[in-house]
């Protein structure tokens, strides 16, 4: 430990762990987005909430940077700590602290992961039910700091129709309570709400208090194969009309392509150009002889080709795996991802304007498209050629997210529809937010940490 302000903050904070060897500093100070030099000054591993207040404090005394970390499975390089700031890992503050079963809430430690939050709550016989692919990595402070979205969204909401209260070390250390658990709560400002999704720039999230749920009835999982993108909105349409959707995903022939490559398996003998992943409940015969009528009535329309339903849980998993290993699939090709929305409304003219432009732009890269259609969200990621270098291929795509920019604009959509800001979406903020408001956000990070030390240059400088 060679930097004499790790002293001070060992003074401070006796008993703090901290972490600096190279190969920390590394592995803690960076996310899923690979593009930053991890550069960090230390990593704080506080084990209680005191440990985050006095470290926060020796921030403010010191003026030195603090990146708040979670499980680091971010898209938007909300996480990275590149300019010697101390990376304030959660990782230790993982427990669950207390069940109410009048309430139906639990309390959970900032670090636990998200995977470990649904076992807890089934031990319990109810579900926390915001789920994505990074389950089993990603943390709840995490999600919190970026409103995670995910695939059951279409039935449940984002991260943050769950969050009954919150615990929150501000910008000086001072812990706030947020709402307490209360379910009505009309006396001034929701700062609880405004946390969630804050990209740890205004506090950094210590406990959650999570609302849990009914677990779901029984459901099956069917695949579904698409002659063309400009179906993909009736066939929802035609499902959702119909049946109790859990998720509806869709997903193209690239994706299968890579995703099989992966260990994925395909269920289909033929290849088709576009997929849909769906799960519905199946309480009863009835619930199994709607899902039929929807897929006969696509079939008719020719809005479906081909079909399969899970008849175990064991295929519902692979027929899963075929959309939730994308990600991972990708990852070795350094992709250029885009995470937009618009409402549910647009999406079969944004689709159609968004496909040419990405057509136009980018007709020799390989183009991978997936997303939660059912909430109007879609991923696109562009893979990096092998013989194109990073900086060349960064600054097309750049060029290329400026224009989806304009048109994302013109749609009244959204740039980061569930990955957040952080450093990647920054220059696009303005898209998505006008100016006014903007200022407003400026207000609020100065009123929540007024020496500007928590987690800087992620959202806006
Ligand atoms: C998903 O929906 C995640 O699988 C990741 O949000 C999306 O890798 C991506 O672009
Ligand atoms: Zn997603």
């Not at 990603?138 to 129709?161: F, K, L, Q």
Request: aromatic share 8%; glycine share 8%.
């Amino acid at each position: 430990m060679t930097d004499p302000r790790l002293e001070t903050l060992l003074q401070s904070c006796p008993g703090l762990r901290l972490k600096t060897e190279p190969a920390d500093l590394e592995h803690y100070g960076r996310d899923w987005t690979r593009r930053w030099t991890p550069a960090p000054l230390a990593i704080a591993l506080p084990g209680s909430v005191e440990e985050v207040q006095a470290v926060l404090r020796w921030a403010n005394a010191h003026k030195v940077a603090v990146v708040p970390s979670g499980g680091r499975t971010g898209l938007s390089g909300g996480a990275v700590a590149a300019n010697g700031e101390l990376v304030l890992s959660l990782e230790r503050m993982n427990k669950a602290l207390d069940f109410d079963a009048v309430d139906r809430t639990l309390t959970v430690q900032a670090g636990m992961p998200l995977e470990a939050v649904h076992n807890a709550a089934l031990e319990h016989g109810l579900i926390y039910p915001v789920d994505f692919a990074a389950r089993g990595s990603c943390t709840i402070g995490g999600n919190i700091a970026t409103n995670a979205g995910g695939i059951r969204v279409i039935r449940y909401g984002n991260t943050r129709e769950w969050i009954a209260g919150l615990k929150v070390v501000a910008g000086n250390g001072e812990l706030l309570e947020l709402n307490k658990g209360l379910i009505k709560n009309s006396s001034g400002y929701d700062f609880r709400q405004l946390l969630v999704g804050s990209e740890g720039t205004l506090g950094v999230v210590v406990e959650a208090t999570l609302k849990l749920t009914d677990p779901p009835p029984a459901s099956n999982v069917m695949l579904l194969a698409l002659p063309s993108f400009e179906v993909l909105m009736q066939v929802f349409a035609a499902f959702r009309e119909r049946m109790r959707l859990e998720a509806f995903e869709f997903f193209t022939d690239r994706a299968v392509h890579h995703v099989t490559a992966h260990g994925a398996q395909y269920p289909f003998a033929e290849t088709y150009p576009y997929y849909v992943v769906t799960e519905y409940a199946v309480a009863d015969e009835a619930g199994e002889a709607a899902a039929l009528a929807a897929f006969e009535h696509c079939m008719e329309q020719g809005w479906v080709l081909d079909g399969v339903i899970s008849t175990s849980q064991a295929q519902a998993q692979q027929l899963w795996r075929l959309r939730e290993g994308i990600t991972e699939s990708l990852a070795r090709y350094k992709p250029y991802k885009n995470d937009v929305s618009v409402r549910i409304s647009a999406m079969p003219a944004f689709l159609e304007e968004t496909q040419a432009l990405i057509g136009d732009a980018y007709p020799h890269f390989d183009v991978v498209w997936f997303g939660h259609i059912g909430d109007g969200n879609l991923h696109i990621n562009v893979l990096k050629p092998d013989d194109t270098s990073d900086a060349e291929f960064l600054g097309q795509c750049e060029h290329v997210t400026k224009l989806l920019a304009q048109v994302l604009q013109r749609f009244h959509g959204s740039i980061s529809a569930e990955h957040g800001i952080g450093l990647v979406k920054k220059p696009y903020l303005s898209s998505t937010r006008d100016a006014a408001e903007i200022a407003l956000m400026r207000g609020v990070k100065q009123a929540f940490d007024p020496n500007g030390l928590l987690n800087p240059g992620k959202l806006f400088d």
